[in-house]
């Protein structure tokens, strides 16, 4: 009986210490093969290297010596429209707690764009596919600021698309009518230091931010012009609740350095 204990005891600790020493995963970062331009080309995009399912996106992070650089492409035109409606968040964390340390709020959330794709949606399906296209047109328009948060060396809060630091996002549409995230972060406005030895690691985390379900009003109709409908409704229409999620991920990067 004591022998079978310390089998059970050792067979334990091993069990511990094997999972106390399972690495993370951990992916690694790129080193552009030149400047990073933002949209001098749609063919650098035709080979993201990541796929994320929850939210549909292929992704890819660079970084150089100097900055990070990060390239989205969302295909799914009912996702393009809840980022343009609900606004998204990329964020940075360069410590090893995975918290939403320094952000990028773009674009930021737009409830008549919202308002728009949800009552096209209801009423005339056919009728989405122009109405996305007017969104589309207005939206680069109608998003000239982004919001930071925590960053350092620049002054946090609304600025332009391109700050004074070099931070840096824009959205286009490319040829396929696919949605096109970019973004530059230079390293001195999230890291103390400039100089990045290729061993630290970064947390990025994409959140896409929910849209807000609509509730109907005393009188019994939805609110905002919405269809007389209640919002469970509304929820089974084309698989609409997925509209009415966040959608966030987490992954975990290792910095490369060009030599």
């Known amino acids: 009986m004591k022998n079978k204990k310390g089998l059970i005891i050792i067979m334990f600790s ?5 999972c106390a020493c399972s690495p993370v995963t951990i992916n690694k970062t790129m080193v552009p093969s030149g400047p990073f331009v933002l949209n001098e080309s749609t063919a650098k995009y035709q080979n993201m290297r990541f796929y994320n399912n929850i939210t549909n996106m292929f992704y890819s992070l660079s970084n150089d010596n100097d900055n990070l ?3 989205i492409k969302i295909n ?3 996702m393009q429209a809840k980022i343009m409606a609900a606004g998204m968040e990329i964020w940075i964390d360069t410590t090893a707690n995975s918290t939403k340390q320094t952000g990028i ?3 930021l959330a737009n409830y008549n764009k919202m308002y728009l794709y949800k009552t096209s949606y209801i009423i005339n399906n056919e009728s989405l596919i122009q109405d996305l296209k007017v969104m589309k047109q ?12 925590g960053f350092m060396n620049t002054t946090n809060g609304l600025c332009s698309l391109e700050d004074n630091s070099g931070i840096k996002v ?5 040829n396929t009518n696919s949605m096109i995230y970019e973004a530059v ?6 890291y103390k230091e400039t100089d990045i030895d290729g061993l630290k690691t970064i947390t990025l985390t994409i959140n896409i931010n929910a849209l807000t379900m ?3 009003s005393q009188s019994g109709r939805c609110s905002k012009g919405m269809p007389d409908i209640t919002p469970s409704e509304f929820c089974r229409m084309e698989n609409m609740c997925t509209m009415f999620e966040n959608n966030i991920f987490i992954e975990k990067f290792r910095l490369e350095v060009k030599e």
């Open 214 to 216: 609509p509730q109907k």
């Open 105 to 107: 709020l773009f674009p």
């Open 185 to 190: 972060i230079p390293f001195n406005t999230c």
């Open 170 to 174: 824009k959205i286009t549409w490319n």
């Open 138 to 149: 207005n939206f680069l328009f109608e998003q000239p600021f982004m919001l930071l948060i």
């Open 14 to 18: 091993f069990t511990m210490i094997t």
């Open 69 to 71: 650089y990060l390239s």
């Open 76 to 78: 799914d035109e009912k």
